[in-house]
């Protein structure tokens, strides 16, 4: 509260974001303790919460007044010109202090209070159990078992408490793998396949150094592989670029020095796993880049994106210069690597990057994802992303910025994720429950830090917040409103996408235009086909409950026609019943009218929606290489 | 028949792959007339069966005692036969490669097709033209139908009725074609009756260096306007750069001068026509064939071959011209050099974006068969070749394919004001390029009438119009959208058409499944997945 100086400034004009003629919405500015929002001329509201802001940035004074750009972690940009500069400074400063918290106390989700009482709260929070998700998969079993090693924290503070390790690998083992594994993040189970025997498991990279070998991780490697009785060797899949490996090797032995051969000798086997110490190991790179290059190649993906009047050739060479669907794709391909590692081969398979939260989770997510059907489904989803993400230790805060921070720090993995899940939605698009809402949805709550889920960067910090007792979980919400997220084209039983085994082929990757220009309504396709088909699908239900009633009425009708059929008068009483069938029939049309009506309103069809006609005012000004007919105009008269 | 001189062989044994996923089919290949067929040895699947007009390309390699011919089709599928016997293979071969090749109209395949269930001349009374007409009648008396190319003299590329202000006489008609190249006089298109607007089109005034004008033609042009709604002006846009359309008085041609055309202003649009356009299109089926290539590579193919640069001029110039009739209330004249190509994109794209009746199954074949098959544009010598030949004339260009893939982005974001779906801009992009029938068939409607498609041909329409068909072509989910269409022509807005681009690379079923899945959903049909058997009979009202 403290922050802000100036609560209401009016006059303010909201610019579009790709209109070259500056046309404008002029409306009031409104500045709260967790959002802000501009009210326009017609009523239309604009909610902007702090956290979502990613960068505030003031502009050299223009003669209209003073312009302030505001870039959000959902892609969303708004661009203002606030008439006095003082005001605008004020906001300025203001929303600073406000976007950049320094304690997570300070965070929307200590406040927010969605009406629900500590029962409730308490229900929301238990809704998605591990403990079930892993018997579900078939663990603990006689492979498998929970080990109590970690409970207090004690041997690796970014795992959970609750981790499941082949059966034969005792305490001392899990203890001395630990010590030899950056971060203590040594070999566990992520997810288990219960047909084949054949597990994904996953860790961070051994502190190998130069020659240093460590026998109980090499013991702990042998009682993965030996848990699968299937298949003798491993795979060891390290999902960095061979060359960074290297590289990273040298910065950190700080042996710039050597000469280029002897580094690239001495640094191989340092960092990874060396197959001559390993039994049965296969070992495989698979290449996807650090946070940092992803984090400035989304960079440059939004720089291309965001100018205005942009030039197909320049779109497409944006696209390939900012590098992100190669990103993407290598994601993907890693992932379809697990995959077949275990349908194909019945190997089991040890993932890790450097330090095992970000690279790891997303290849580990995916190929389950790939390999069992569950997590297609919208409460599987959440599983998902509760075990591979949350609980494992991916720093959300650190990676969203919740907090002030280091913004080396900050990196697009989760909506990597995203991304790469939405392309299996587009190729598969029958076999997951949940739509593209979904996805945006939870990308949006990452950042909001309105709930408690993704704060924090590890469960033992969540539980030294107590987030359980003082904010409240997503899940439920998102439950709530399935309808919304549900898929319409899903089927459920279908058995030909138990295992989905994408194509990954370049020209099956596409820019992701709902999720990097969600809010640029101008660019997006006018009407929605999942929305009607949901309201189809709505209404077909309900016919098919409709003539569930009448069968079972008419079967109860006859029923008494056979009973009675010996008195006249039991006669009599079922035919006034007919009427009633009737009517209820004209009933059934009747609600079916006016529900085809909603559904077959096309968005932006009506002409008194007027986003036609002001879309099609900028359509002659937008682009620089059209000529607009009033500079034609001006042209053919001068 | 004279054909049998150029078939050396008559049947061979072959294995057929017609792509990635689809299984082979093995049996006896045998090469006749117009088709390449394929008779399965287990009987237990249909007769499989090629027209070698839509045959593009053909390579062949031989090893051992067997070879191998690559079949490239103009519809951008990839067929390989595998062949016993070196022989036989180069006999096949070469039979594909002359019979592929034929010029002549009249022993095409459609003067022999005769398909169950249609009667020669049952879709040819179609007249789009004429009842185009009756509609613009009732919206205005400033038209009238003129048959003063009754013969085909003023124009050869025109069809024998065009629609012209009532205020023109034939005589001044026939003047104004002698001042437009080709004899392409001003007509009308479209008449917007929502702005009491028209939109015309024809080909270049012929200026040439002298500055010439013709009285006539300025009368032609002032009469629309009187014609038009009170005080409205007009728009010509001219769909070269104001340069080339300057050049093109060195060579007889040109643009109107804003002082002979008073109420008439000039707007240049320019778009790729030619030899351009049939590059570019060549370029992006090549990228979209190559499988092993990069992100980057693919990306900056995409970006080289400029066809989604293309669309996005091709449908934002169709919506100035649009625009400039809904919102502006201004009559346009759309012409660039000859008028049959670039110039029919935009009127028949304008017209979609504008005339909710045009976006229907019948006004869209009428929109076609009006807008490009009676308007002119010459088929036969656009489409003679696709992406895949390597003899190119220079007369090819993928015009009509531009148009197909703008109206597909048109489906995409305005995915309920369609009737038709996907399906039926394939199958016009297929049959425009080789087909059964013969609407496609000539350059104009007078060589189609010397040919005498109408009666010894069946019609395109009629084959479509078949009940088996409609489910692919139409779209489940279509319902009337009074308003104009604005499509977003913002990069990120467009897409490659995949289901014509890549079709070749991957398997259609995935995409026919939901097209079929929304069918069952609309039509609220029973799935096995969806609900149970209902058991019990279902009660009658």
């Given at each position: 509260m403290e922050h802000i100086r100036t609560t209401k400034v009016e006059q303010v004009k909201l610019l579009d974001r790709?209109?070259?003629?500056n046309k404008s919405l002029t409306g009031t500015l409104y500045l709260t303790a967790t959002h802000l929002l501009f009210i326009d001329s017609h009523q239309k509201e604009t909610w902007i919460l702090h956290?979502?802001?990613a960068s505030v940035e003031k502009l050299a004074l223009t003669t209209s007044g003073c312009p302030l750009v505001i870039q959000c972690k959902n892609f969303r940009i708004v661009h203002f010109i606030v008439p006095k500069e003082r005001d605008c400074h004020d906001i300025y400063n203001s929303l600073l202090q406000l976007s950049k918290?320094?304690?997570?106390?300070?965070?929307y989700a200590f406040s927010?209070?969605?009406?629900?009482?500590d029962s409730e709260r308490l229900r929301g929070w238990q809704l998605i159990d591990l403990a079930e998700e892993y018997k579900r998969m078939g663990v603990p079993n006689s492979n498998w078992q929970l080990s109590d090693a970690n409970r207090e924290y004690?041997?690796?503070?970014?795992?959970?408490r609750e981790l499941y390790v082949p059966?034969?690998?005792?305490k001392p083992i899990i203890v001395g793998s630990s010590k030899f594994r950056s971060k203590g993040r040594f070999p566990v189970l992520s997810y288990y396949h219960q047909n084949k025997e054949a597990a994904i498991c996953r860790c961070s990279q051994p502190l190998?150094?130069?020659?240093a070998r460590c026998l109980e991780d090499e013991h702990l490697l042998q009682a993965i592989s030996k848990a699968?009785?299937?298949?003798r060797y491993m795979y060891v899949v390290d999902t960095r670029p061979k060359h960074r490996v290297q590289s990273w090797w040298a910065t950190q032995k700080d042996i710039?020095?050597?000469?280029l051969n002897a580094m690239a000798n001495r640094a191989a086997g340092k960092g990874y796993e060396n197959e001559d110490n390993y039994s049965n190991i296969r070992f495989q790179f698979v290449g996807i880049e650090n946070i940092h290059v992803m984090r400035s190649s989304l960079q440059k993906l939004l720089e291309v994106n965001g100018t205005?009047?942009?030039?197909v050739n320049d779109f497409y060479s944006g696209l390939e210069s900012s590098g992100w669907l190669r990103h993407i794709k290598a994601v993907m391909d890693a992932a379809i690597f697990l995959a077949k590692a275990i349908m194909v081969e019945n190997a089991s398979v040890l993932v890790h990057c450097s330090d095992g939260w970000d690279r790891t989770s997303q290849v580990c997510s995916l190929g389950s994802l790939l390999l069992d059907s569950?997590?297609?489904t919208i409460k599987g989803f959440m599983v998902l992303i509760e075990k591979d993400w949350i609980s494992f230790g991916h720093k959300f805060s650190e990676r969203c910025g919740?907090?002030?921070?280091?913004?080396?720090?900050?990196?697009?993995v989760f909506t990597q994720f995203l991304e790469c899940v939405w392309h299996l939605t587009e190729q598969f698009?029958?076999?997951?429950?949940?739509?593209?809402a979904f996805l945006l949805q939870i990308h949006e709550h990452i950042h909001s830090c309105?709930?408690?889920?993704?704060?924090?960067?590890?469960q033992k910090e969540r539980e030294e917040l107590k987030l359980k007792e003082k904010t409240h979980s997503l899940w439920p919400f998102l439950l709530d409103d399935r309808e919304k997220y549900s898929?319409?084209?899903?089927?459920?039983?279908?058995?030909?996408?138990?295992v989905l085994e994408p194509n990954?082929?370049?020209?099956n990757f596409k820019f992701w235009r709902s999720m990097?220009?969600?809010?640029?309504?101008?660019?997006?396709?006018?009407?929605?086909v999942c929305n009607i088909i949901t309201k189809m699908n709505e209404q077909n239900k309900q016919l098919e409950k409709d003539m569930k009633d009448l069968e079972s009425k008419i079967s109860k009708h006859k029923n008494e026609e056979i009973d009675g059929v010996l008195t006249k008068e039991l006669l009599h009483s079922v035919r006034p019943e007919s009427p009633t069938l009737k009517t209820s029939l004209c009933y059934k049309e009747q609600t079916v009218l006016p529900v085809n009506d909603t559904l077959r309103?096309?968005?932006?069809?009506?002409?008194?929606?007027?986003r036609y006609s002001e879309y099609a005012e900028e359509f002659s000004k937008s682009k620089p290489a059209v000529v607009s007919l009033e500079y034609g105009v001006a042209r053919m008269t001068c | 028949m004279e054909f049998s001189e150029l078939i050396r062989t008559r049947q061979a044994q072959a294995e057929l792959l017609s792509g990635p996923e689809a299984p082979a089919l093995r049996g006896t290949l045998c090469v006749t007339g117009h088709h390449l067929l394929l008779s399965p040895k287990p009987q237990a699947t249909d007769l499989w069966l090629l027209l070698?007009?839509?045959?593009?390309s053909i390579e062949k390699r031989v090893a051992g005692d067997s070879g191998t011919i690559t079949l490239r089709c103009k519809d951008l599928r990839v067929l390989q036969l595998r062949i016993e016997g070196v022989e036989a293979t180069l006999d096949v071969a070469r039979s594909i490669e002359a019979l592929s090749s034929l010029e002549s109209v009249i022993t095409s395949y459609p003067f022999f097709y005769r398909p169950k269930g249609l009667r020669l001349?049952?879709?040819?009374?179609?007249?789009p033209l004429e009842s185009y007409y009756k509609r613009v009648a009732l919206e205005t008396d400033a038209w009238r139908l003129s048959e003063v190319n009754e013969d085909f003299?003023?124009?050869?590329?025109?069809?024998r009725v065009v629609i012209v202000?009532?205020?023109?006489d034939d005589a001044a008609l026939a003047r104004s074609a002698r001042f437009r190249q080709g004899g392409r006089f001003p007509v009308l298109?479209?008449?917007?009756?929502r702005s009491g607007t028209a939109l015309l089109r024809s080909s270049q005034?012929?200026?040439g260096p002298k500055k010439l004008r013709c009285a006539e033609d300025e009368e032609l042009l002032g009469a629309v306007l009187a014609g038009a709604r009170p005080g409205a002006q007009g728009f010509i846009v001219d769909t070269r750069s104001a340069q080339t359309a300057k050049q093109a008085r060195m060579t007889g041609g040109g643009t109107e001068s804003k002082a002979a055309y008073p109420g008439w202003k000039r707007l240049h649009r320019p778009l790729e026509r030619g030899r351009h356009l049939q590059e570019s299109f060549v370029r992006l089926v090549e990228a979209c064939g190559?499988?092993?290539?990069s992100m980057d590579q693919w990306l900056s193919r995409l970006d080289s071959c400029r066809w989604l640069a293309h669309v996005q001029e091709a449908l934002s110039t169709a919506c100035l011209a649009a625009q400039g009739m809904e919102r502006e209330g201004a009559c346009v004249l759309v012409h660039g050099?000859?008028?049959?190509?670039s110039t029919l994109l935009v009127t028949s794209l304008a017209q979609l974006i504008?005339?909710?009746?045009?976006?229907?199954m019948a006004g869209f074949q009428e929109l076609v068969e009006r807008e490009w098959i009676q308007a002119g544009h010459p088929f036969q010598l656009r489409c003679?070749?696709?992406?895949?030949?390597?003899?190119?004339?220079?007369?090819?260009?993928p015009t009509f394919l531009l148009f197909l893939d703008c109206v597909w982005q048109l489906g995409r974001q305005f995915?309920?004001?369609?009737?038709?779906?996907e399906g039926l801009l394939l199958a016009l992009f297929e049959h425009a390029y080789a087909?059964?029938?013969?609407?496609?068939?000539?350059?104009?409607e007078k060589e189609r009438c010397l040919c005498e498609v109408r009666t010894q041909t069946h019609s395109l329409w009629s084959g479509l119009n078949q009940s088996k068909e409609q489910r692919k072509l139409r779209?489940?989910?279509y319902v009337l959208n009074p308003s104009a269409l604005w499509p977003s022509v913002e990069p990120q807005s467009l897409r490659l058409w995949q289901g014509l681009f890549l079709r070749q690379t991957r398997p259609p079923e995935r995409s026919e499944e939901v097209w079929e899945k929304v069918w069952q959903i609309v039509t609220d049909e029973k799935t096995e997945d969806s609900r149970p058997v209902v058991s019990a009979p279902e009660p009658q009202p």
């Amino acid at each position: 509260m403290e922050h802000i100086r100036t609560t209401k400034v009016e006059q303010v004009k909201l610019l579009d974001r790709f209109s070259t003629s500056n046309k404008s919405l002029t409306g009031t500015l409104y500045l709260t303790a967790t959002h802000l929002l501009f009210i326009d001329s017609h009523q239309k509201e604009t909610w902007i919460l702090h956290h979502h802001i990613a960068s505030v940035e003031k502009l050299a004074l223009t003669t209209s007044g003073c312009p302030l750009v505001i870039q959000c972690k959902n892609f969303r940009i708004v661009h203002f010109i606030v008439p006095k500069e003082r005001d605008c400074h004020d906001i300025y400063n203001s929303l600073l202090q406000l976007s950049k918290q320094a304690k997570y106390e300070d965070l929307y989700a200590f406040s927010y209070n969605p009406k629900q009482n500590d029962s409730e709260r308490l229900r929301g929070w238990q809704l998605i159990d591990l403990a079930e998700e892993y018997k579900r998969m078939g663990v603990p079993n006689s492979n498998w078992q929970l080990s109590d090693a970690n409970r207090e924290y004690k041997i690796c503070e970014t795992y959970p408490r609750e981790l499941y390790v082949p059966r034969i690998a005792s305490k001392p083992i899990i203890v001395g793998s630990s010590k030899f594994r950056s971060k203590g993040r040594f070999p566990v189970l992520s997810y288990y396949h219960q047909n084949k025997e054949a597990a994904i498991c996953r860790c961070s990279q051994p502190l190998s150094g130069f020659s240093a070998r460590c026998l109980e991780d090499e013991h702990l490697l042998q009682a993965i592989s030996k848990a699968n009785p299937a298949n003798r060797y491993m795979y060891v899949v390290d999902t960095r670029p061979k060359h960074r490996v290297q590289s990273w090797w040298a910065t950190q032995k700080d042996i710039g020095r050597i000469i280029l051969n002897a580094m690239a000798n001495r640094a191989a086997g340092k960092g990874y796993e060396n197959e001559d110490n390993y039994s049965n190991i296969r070992f495989q790179f698979v290449g996807i880049e650090n946070i940092h290059v992803m984090r400035s190649s989304l960079q440059k993906l939004l720089e291309v994106n965001g100018t205005k009047g942009l030039s197909v050739n320049d779109f497409y060479s944006g696209l390939e210069s900012s590098g992100w669907l190669r990103h993407i794709k290598a994601v993907m391909d890693a992932a379809i690597f697990l995959a077949k590692a275990i349908m194909v081969e019945n190997a089991s398979v040890l993932v890790h990057c450097s330090d095992g939260w970000d690279r790891t989770s997303q290849v580990c997510s995916l190929g389950s994802l790939l390999l069992d059907s569950y997590y297609r489904t919208i409460k599987g989803f959440m599983v998902l992303i509760e075990k591979d993400w949350i609980s494992f230790g991916h720093k959300f805060s650190e990676r969203c910025g919740h907090l002030d921070g280091d913004p080396k720090e900050v990196s697009p993995v989760f909506t990597q994720f995203l991304e790469c899940v939405w392309h299996l939605t587009e190729q598969f698009p029958q076999a997951f429950e949940f739509n593209e809402a979904f996805l945006l949805q939870i990308h949006e709550h990452i950042h909001s830090c309105q709930f408690g889920n993704f704060l924090g960067n590890c469960q033992k910090e969540r539980e030294e917040l107590k987030l359980k007792e003082k904010t409240h979980s997503l899940w439920p919400f998102l439950l709530d409103d399935r309808e919304k997220y549900s898929n319409p084209l899903y089927s459920s039983s279908s058995q030909r996408f138990a295992v989905l085994e994408p194509n990954t082929v370049s020209f099956n990757f596409k820019f992701w235009r709902s999720m990097y220009h969600q809010f640029d309504r101008t660019l997006h396709p006018r009407e929605s086909v999942c929305n009607i088909i949901t309201k189809m699908n709505e209404q077909n239900k309900q016919l098919e409950k409709d003539m569930k009633d009448l069968e079972s009425k008419i079967s109860k009708h006859k029923n008494e026609e056979i009973d009675g059929v010996l008195t006249k008068e039991l006669l009599h009483s079922v035919r006034p019943e007919s009427p009633t069938l009737k009517t209820s029939l004209c009933y059934k049309e009747q609600t079916v009218l006016p529900v085809n009506d909603t559904l077959r309103t096309i968005e932006g069809s009506n002409p008194v929606d007027n986003r036609y006609s002001e879309y099609a005012e900028e359509f002659s000004k937008s682009k620089p290489a059209v000529v607009s007919l009033e500079y034609g105009v001006a042209r053919m008269t001068c | 028949m004279e054909f049998s001189e150029l078939i050396r062989t008559r049947q061979a044994q072959a294995e057929l792959l017609s792509g990635p996923e689809a299984p082979a089919l093995r049996g006896t290949l045998c090469v006749t007339g117009h088709h390449l067929l394929l008779s399965p040895k287990p009987q237990a699947t249909d007769l499989w069966l090629l027209l070698l007009r839509s045959v593009d390309s053909i390579e062949k390699r031989v090893a051992g005692d067997s070879g191998t011919i690559t079949l490239r089709c103009k519809d951008l599928r990839v067929l390989q036969l595998r062949i016993e016997g070196v022989e036989a293979t180069l006999d096949v071969a070469r039979s594909i490669e002359a019979l592929s090749s034929l010029e002549s109209v009249i022993t095409s395949y459609p003067f022999f097709y005769r398909p169950k269930g249609l009667r020669l001349g049952d879709a040819w009374h179609f007249h789009p033209l004429e009842s185009y007409y009756k509609r613009v009648a009732l919206e205005t008396d400033a038209w009238r139908l003129s048959e003063v190319n009754e013969d085909f003299s003023l124009c050869p590329s025109y069809p024998r009725v065009v629609i012209v202000p009532r205020a023109v006489d034939d005589a001044a008609l026939a003047r104004s074609a002698r001042f437009r190249q080709g004899g392409r006089f001003p007509v009308l298109s479209y008449h917007h009756a929502r702005s009491g607007t028209a939109l015309l089109r024809s080909s270049q005034p012929l200026i040439g260096p002298k500055k010439l004008r013709c009285a006539e033609d300025e009368e032609l042009l002032g009469a629309v306007l009187a014609g038009a709604r009170p005080g409205a002006q007009g728009f010509i846009v001219d769909t070269r750069s104001a340069q080339t359309a300057k050049q093109a008085r060195m060579t007889g041609g040109g643009t109107e001068s804003k002082a002979a055309y008073p109420g008439w202003k000039r707007l240049h649009r320019p778009l790729e026509r030619g030899r351009h356009l049939q590059e570019s299109f060549v370029r992006l089926v090549e990228a979209c064939g190559d499988l092993e290539q990069s992100m980057d590579q693919w990306l900056s193919r995409l970006d080289s071959c400029r066809w989604l640069a293309h669309v996005q001029e091709a449908l934002s110039t169709a919506c100035l011209a649009a625009q400039g009739m809904e919102r502006e209330g201004a009559c346009v004249l759309v012409h660039g050099a000859e008028g049959m190509d670039s110039t029919l994109l935009v009127t028949s794209l304008a017209q979609l974006i504008l005339d909710p009746l045009s976006r229907t199954m019948a006004g869209f074949q009428e929109l076609v068969e009006r807008e490009w098959i009676q308007a002119g544009h010459p088929f036969q010598l656009r489409c003679a070749h696709s992406a895949f030949s390597h003899a190119r004339s220079k007369h090819e260009a993928p015009t009509f394919l531009l148009f197909l893939d703008c109206v597909w982005q048109l489906g995409r974001q305005f995915p309920l004001s369609l009737e038709f779906g996907e399906g039926l801009l394939l199958a016009l992009f297929e049959h425009a390029y080789a087909s059964p029938f013969g609407t496609f068939l000539c350059n104009s409607e007078k060589e189609r009438c010397l040919c005498e498609v109408r009666t010894q041909t069946h019609s395109l329409w009629s084959g479509l119009n078949q009940s088996k068909e409609q489910r692919k072509l139409r779209n489940p989910l279509y319902v009337l959208n009074p308003s104009a269409l604005w499509p977003s022509v913002e990069p990120q807005s467009l897409r490659l058409w995949q289901g014509l681009f890549l079709r070749q690379t991957r398997p259609p079923e995935r995409s026919e499944e939901v097209w079929e899945k929304v069918w069952q959903i609309v039509t609220d049909e029973k799935t096995e997945d969806s609900r149970p058997v209902v058991s019990a009979p279902e009660p009658q009202p």
